[in-house]
């Protein structure tokens, strides 16, 4: 089989979830082939025909696909990357659940994703064999959000929820917005952009409720708003969805002034209001996306004056040991501007 990219007909029809896929693609050459069934084994790999599209096999440092395709550099953990490095475990009251705020917690229902990033923190935990929360540990999960009124908003994560059917999602949402001290509900998802098809109507419906309701999407770079992402945005939107936007600073991808701005108006662009950018978490084998916090801070402090500040996220960073979430910056009194 010669090397470099194959030529590539069109989008694939399927998500590709192999490294063989990835090669009859077009997306990966025969030289990395043995390098990415090595991670393969370790790590699961989902590419959705959406994402598969925009990535551009002639680039070898293309942004997408420097997301999603498997690189062996995963296999070597760095002395400072941790397996749980947000902690979750310590912090889990009963399976699916996460309680590391007062006022808030995370459910879990399951740990599937339409893609896997080669970022992700939660790369040990999530794969299509994490498959849903059973019946039971739903039911207890439930019941421990019924038990502490404490909590005021449950954020459905995994995983990504948007992944589930739309009539279980809804009960689990509805189950959630009857309970009389939940007063916001968040939904974490990459779907919208990674797999638009799978906001439908039905999907849209079941997300409309009077409890407010926040959707959270993660999208690193511009080209991810494409129109197929920004129409199953506006539907979320028009269903009565908030719509935030989370991303993650990563090298390679957005860690130019230049490509967040470009991230940034793509979001406000779809009614994405930007939420969060997150400083990469150590996970393993994650170095090479790991961007210095002051490189951070200098990158967003040349946005300002560029950029709208509805353009504006919270820089953030999770503190070891589950200590939650800690704003970076910049100071711009500190520097003098």
């Not at 551009?56 to 400072?80: C, F, K, N, S, W």
């Not at 947000?86 to 705020?101: C, E, K, L, M, Q």
């Not at 999602?169 to 007063?183: D, S, V």
């Amino acid at each position: 089989m010669p090397d470099g990219p194959l030529p590539r007909p069109g989008p694939p029809a399927r998500t590709l979830t192999t490294p063989r896929a990835l090669r009859q693609a077009g997306l990966i050459p025969a030289a990395a082939l043995p390098g990415a069934e090595a991670v393969a084994a370790r790590y699961s790999l989902s590419v959705t025909p959406a994402v598969a599209a925009l990535i551009d096999p002639a680039d070898p440092d293309d942004p997408i696909g420097r997301q999603y395709l498997p690189d062996p550099a995963e296999l070597v953990t760095a002395p400072h990357e941790l397996a749980d490095p947000t902690a979750d475990a310590p912090h889990s009251p009963v399976p699916g659940v996460v309680h590391r705020y007062p006022d808030r917690a995370l459910l879990k229902p399951l740990l599937a994703c339409p893609v896997y990033c080669r970022f992700c923190f939660r790369r040990e935990a999530v794969g299509p064999d994490g498959g849903l929360l059973g019946e039971a540990a739903l039911e207890a999960a439930l019941d421990w959000f019924a038990r502490t009124p404490a909590v005021r908003e449950a954020i459905l994560t995994g995983g990504d929820p948007l992944m589930l059917s739309p009539r279980r999602l809804g009960m689990i949402l509805a189950r959630l917005a009857a309970l009389p001290h939940i007063e916001i509900l968040r939904i974490h998802s990459r779907v919208p952009v990674a797999a638009p098809g799978l906001v439908n109507e039905a999907l849209a419906a079941a997300l409309a409720m009077e409890t407010p309701l926040y959707l959270c999407v993660h999208a690193n770079h511009a080209r991810e708003f494409t129109p197929e992402a920004v129409a199953a945005l506006g539907r979320l939107h028009r269903a009565g969805a908030v719509l935030l936007g989370q991303s993650v600073l990563l090298r390679g991808v957005n860690d130019r002034p230049e490509a967040l701005e470009a991230l940034f108006r793509a979001m406000l662009r779809a009614r994405v209001k930007p939420y969060y950018l997150h400083q990469l978490d150590p996970a393993p084998g994650t170095a090479r996306f790991a961007v210095p916090v002051e490189e951070g801070r200098a990158i967003l402090r040349a946005l300002r004056g560029r950029v709208t500040g509805l353009a504006w996220p919270v820089y953030v960073q999770e503190r070891p040991e589950g200590g939650g979430k800690v704003p970076l910056g910049p100071d711009y009194a500190a520097n003098g501007e």
